[in-house]
């Protein structure tokens, strides 16, 4: 079991690491490297034409309200945004699974896979003011909703193995009895 804990302990290390790098990134790059994603995806959506379905309509609309309030903001700031999110959602989860295989706890696993990526948010916004972007309280709420969500989606993972376990081991004490 030390070795999956030495295993998710670097797995942990390198993802901060890569979030760091994308956040320590001066305003040119960083801007460049939203737009270049948003391209991306906007030659995806060409092929796919997903903008245009009601379904995408509304969930950008909800993450356009959630992340700006009211201003409408250009799509690439919500791609950033998302970037954002994704980032710290990869960062809640791994953060979960790293506390769990250390301590078997699963409120040490909750505890760390939000308060770790919640650390990590707040250095990265204090990092970014030494490279010409400005601290952002509202990144780091993005930030950290990003964790909540990479947490829940590892306690559903987690409730449903325990359930899965459990009927299995049910119905082998029924086959045996």
């Not at 760091?20 to 948003?38: D, E, I, P």
């Not at 998302?82 to 710290?88: D, E, I, Q, R, T």
Request: with cysteine; glycine share 6%.
């Amino acid at each position: 079991m030390r070795r999956v804990w030495i295993l998710m302990m670097a797995i942990l290390l390198f993802w901060t690491a890569v979030v760091l790098y994308f956040g320590t990134r001066n305003a040119v790059v960083s801007s460049k490297q939203a737009r270049w994603a948003y391209n991306v995806l906007k030659k995806i959506d060409q092929v796919l034409d997903l903008s245009e379905t009601t379904f995408f309509k509304k969930i950008r609309n909800v993450l356009n309200r959630l992340w700006f309030g009211n201003k409408k903001m250009p799509t690439v700031e919500l791609v950033r945004k998302s970037a954002h999110f994704g980032l710290y959602m990869v960062l809640g989860i791994v953060s979960f699974w790293f506390a769990f295989t250390y301590s078997h706890k699963l409120l040490m696993a909750v505890l760390v896979s939000v308060s770790l990526p919640a650390l990590v948010a707040s250095l990265d916004e204090y990092l970014q003011q030494f490279r010409g972007r400005g601290a952002s309280l509202n990144d780091i709420m993005i930030d950290v909703s990003g964790a909540l969500t990479g947490m829940i989606f590892c306690l559903v993972i987690f409730a449903l193995v325990k359930l899965v376990r459990f009927f299995l081991r049910t119905a082998r004490t029924q086959q045996e009895g």
